[in-house]
């Protein structure tokens, strides 16, 4: 599709010396998703290379699913181009820079109006675990999608890992699957939902609680069956379908700390932002699973 006016997203990330994956992750628009373009800055430097498919032409990623590699003998800028596919199409996507090699770099989040997120809690170590029909049970690292829009698949129950949770915190969450009563909010590690019994889950409840509870926020993506990825944010998150009947198929999580502790749970509550393009690093592959 021909390029329209609307204005190109662009976002420099560091990286040092070292081999890489740069995978398109996902976008808010899966019918007309933006292209990403990969390069370097002038001033990286010479021993650098962008490795792509053969039958590629360009460091191009036309669509959620696709990756290229990245060579670098020394440290170098990355810059990643998020480019729209319509008149007023979006740029809202997001892009994971994982390293490949040992001593791997932090996770960080780039945001396209150029604030820069605080990344992943010192805990850290939160991981989503959820049974997926027909696949088994798939675990994600922190602010990865479990299924989600470019593989939804219905989700019949979840828990969360986080064996490193910060003193001061408490997670607890809670599901509700179709023609069954809601569970009760589970403590970390519980399993809640079910396993082979066709009921998927259709809602979900999360809530952080304790001393240190007022300077963070939970980050939740959900995409309900026939629905867009709705994006919630607060101490507490509710999240289902326009019906709530709609199966959950893809989720992913965040615990991050609060930029603005007065901000109302209201003004918190919303959907991605228009024109958002975000940049993740990450120290791991991003999904395993295991039948």
Excluded: C
Excluded at 111 to 118: C, I, N, V
Aim: charged fraction near 25%; hydrophobic fraction near 45%; glycine fraction near 10%.
């Amino acid at each position: 599709m021909r390029q329209g006016a609307a204005a190109a997203k662009r976002k420099t990330v560091d990286i040092e010396r070292g081999l890489f994956l740069v995978r398109y992750a996902s976008s808010d628009d899966t019918r007309h998703p933006p292209t990403v373009r990969i390069s370097f800055e002038e001033r990286s430097g010479p021993d650098t290379a962008l490795i792509i498919h053969p039958d590629a032409r360009d460091a191009i990623l036309s669509e959620p699913g696709t990756a290229l590699a990245v060579r670098a003998a020394s440290p170098a800028k990355l810059l990643v181009e998020v480019m729209p596919t319509g008149m007023d199409g979006s740029t809202a996507a997001t892009v994971k820079v994982e390293a490949l090699n040992p001593g791997a770099m932090p996770e960080t989040t780039i945001a396209a109006d150029g604030h820069l997120d605080a990344g992943p809690l010192a805990g850290g170590a939160i991981r989503l675990r959820a049974h997926v029909a027909g696949i088994g049970d798939v675990i994600a690292a922190i602010n990865e999608w479990v299924a989600g829009p470019s593989a939804p698949s219905r989700i019949e129950g979840l828990a969360i890992d986080w064996p490193d949770m910060p003193a001061g915190l408490d997670l607890r969450y809670a599901v509700r699957s179709r023609n069954a009563d809601a569970t009760r909010l589970a403590p970390i590690g519980s399993f809640v939902g079910t396993r082979g019994r066709a009921l998927p889950v259709t809602g979900i409840v999360l809530e952080l609680s304790g001393a240190e509870a007022d300077g963070h926020e939970l980050v939740v993506e959900a995409l309900f069956l026939g629905a867009p990825v709705t994006r919630l944010t607060g101490r507490r998150v509710v999240a289902n379908g326009p019906t709530s009947r709609e199966p959950l198929v893809g989720l992913r999580i965040d615990v991050a700390r609060r930029d603005d502790v007065a901000e109302p749970a209201s003004a918190r509550s919303t959907r991605t932002r228009p024109g958002q393009v975000r940049v993740f690093r990450g120290r791991s592959r991003a999904q395993a699973a295991a039948v």
